[in-house]
């Protein structure tokens, strides 16, 4: 069992940065499969940003350029660098965990991650 906590959320003006975290505890090994979501109300959760055991990343179309995933295995945490923000980043921010490898093709689908956290709110203005 693995347990998330993400944090950073906040609310910003457009065009400003925000750098989400995410601490994961619970297992003695960094989980393999770590991403970030989102959902914004009354719609789906989407992928934003996923990064496996190797290091490969995988980005959404609409953040591509603008958002950074990265992690520190020694610390076991998960970061979104999240710069020129617009206000349809708006959303509630979920961090996904799994122990299984997953291909780069596949890290932003929801179906592939077994634990997640409560999520922190991101609020972007015009």
């Known amino acids: 069992q693995i347990q998330l906590m993400e944090s950073g959320g906040d609310s910003v003006q457009s065009g400003g940065s925000l750098r989400l975290s995410c601490q994961t505890s619970?297992?003695?090994?960094?989980?393999?499969?770590l991403a970030w979501f989102r959902q914004a109300p009354g719609k789906e959760r989407e992928g934003v940003a996923g990064?496996?055991?190797?290091?490969?990343?995988n980005y959404a179309a609409s953040v591509q350029g603008r958002f950074t995933i990265s992690r520190d295995n020694t610390q076991k945490t998960l970061y979104l660098q999240m710069n020129g923000l617009r206000p349809e980043d708006t959303a509630m921010y979920f961090c996904?965990?799994?122990?299984?490898?997953?291909?780069?093709?596949?890290?932003?689908?929801?179906?592939?991650?077994?634990?997640w956290g409560q999520g922190t709110q991101v609020t972007v203005s015009s």
């Open positions: 996904a965990a799994d122990l299984r490898a997953t291909a780069w093709a596949s890290l932003l689908r929801v179906d592939r991650y077994a634990f």
């Open positions: 619970g297992y003695a090994y960094p989980a393999s499969s």
């Open positions: 990064i496996n055991v190797r290091e490969q990343t």
